[in-house]
């Protein structure tokens, strides 16, 4: 399967932004989607995952209740809503891919990875 992120930007503190994951080339809802990011001179992190059918999420400590996750597997794309942005939330954001289910949250759980794009939060 091929991703494609898109929605990055530059935003003030407090402010929201949208990331989309579209997805190419095999059968979208036989896959888990994470959302993934890595900031300048830090290891890549887990942000948030939904499974198949988008009835279950994930999110990691620091985004829980500022960030959504959602799917539209008629659309073959994730979405991943952004509220309350920090400083802290800057980095290159990636969508992932996982069959059929998601079973951890590192990165060598996913098997394909989408090109990423910037999210610059300034205070």
């Known amino acids: 399967v091929q991703l494609q992120a898109s929605g990055g930007g530059s935003v003030q503190a407090g402010g929201s932004l949208r990331l989309s994951c579209a997805a190419s080339g095999r059968t979208f809802s036989n896959y888990a989607i994470a959302w993934f990011r890595q900031a300048p001179g830090k290891e890549r992190e887990f942000v948030s995952a939904?499974?198949?059918?988008?009835?279950?999420?994930y999110y990691a400590d620091s985004v829980k209740g500022r960030f959504s996750i959602s799917r539209d597997n008629a659309k073959n794309t994730v979405y991943l809503q952004m509220n309350s942005l920090k400083p802290e939330d800057t980095a290159v954001y990636y969508c992932?891919?996982?069959?059929?289910?998601?079973?951890?949250?590192?990165?060598?759980?996913?098997?394909?990875w989408g090109q990423g794009t910037q999210v610059t939060v300034s205070s």
């Open positions: 992932a891919a996982q069959w059929w289910t998601v079973t951890g949250t590192g990165t060598g759980n996913y098997d394909y």
């Open positions: 939904i499974s198949r059918s988008g009835a279950s999420t």
